[in-house]
């Protein structure tokens, strides 16, 4: 199926206090985690990078920083989105290496009512950084917020109509997120069992 155009946000700042060290270059098999999400993504679509540029010269993106700096995840997703001109947005972060794959299958089911669509899992929790937007309708709910320091994405969320996707198995592990060294570890040992899938 062909996917619908969008512009894709890619979060890859934020303080990586549990991991210890600037988590988008942390390497899985010899690839830092960033420029595995950058590889993934195909060329058609125009990327913004919420956070330090990586110097990556194989892809093509654009930079901006969050204000104010160490905001949270919603000053990022306002700098990246205000940087955005396609009526719908992909965001990721960048501690899910393997998620865009299933992300953009959402973005084949994005309907005219909706502002967003997200993965849901089995305990009902709705995941917002692996999700697309309506630039529009986030643009009325970040005014709505006001001063975005310290926001969170469920705060943003809430004000959102969003169809939400139950999750398959596979869509679970390609999910994982790498917040701390020990995640680092699973998720290499998961590359490994799947390294034969050129999804992934």
């Known amino acids: ?3 619908k155009s969008a512009n894709v946000i890619v979060l890859s700042g934020g303080t990586s206090v549990r991991f210890g060290s600037d988590k988008s270059q942390a390497l899985l098999n010899g690839t830092s985690l960033i420029s595995r999400i950058l590889t993934a993504i195909p060329s058609d679509f125009s990327v913004v990078i919420v956070g330090e540029d990586p110097k990556i010269s194989r892809s093509e993106y654009m930079c901006v920083q969050e204000n104010p700096m160490s905001g949270g995840p919603v000053a990022g997703f306002k700098a ?17 290496p393997f998620v865009f794959p299933s992300v953009l299958q959402l973005l084949n089911l994005v309907r005219v009512s909706d502002d967003a669509v997200m993965f849901v899992d089995e305990n009902g929790f709705v995941q917002p ?26 705060e943003l969320v809430s004000q959102l109509k969003v169809q939400e996707i139950v999750m398959t198995a596979d869509v ?9 060294p020990a995640d680092l570890s699973r998720a290499i040992a998961f590359l490994a069992q799947v390294k034969d899938n050129p999804q992934l």
């Not at 940087?83 to 990721?92: D, K, R």
């Not at 679970?172 to 701390?180: C, L």
Request: glycine share 6%; aromatic share 2%; hydrophobic share 50%.
């Open 172 to 180: 679970q592990q390609a999910i994982m997120d790498i917040d701390t």
């Open 1 to 3: 199926m062909q996917s």
């Open 80 to 96: 990246g989105i205000d940087a955005c001109t396609s009526e719908l947005v992909v965001l990721i972060a960048v501690d899910m």
């Open 129 to 154: 950084l692996a999700a697309v937007y309506r630039r529009e309708s986030v643009l009325r709910a970040l005014a709505n917020l006001g001063d975005v320091r310290g926001k969170s994405m469920r």
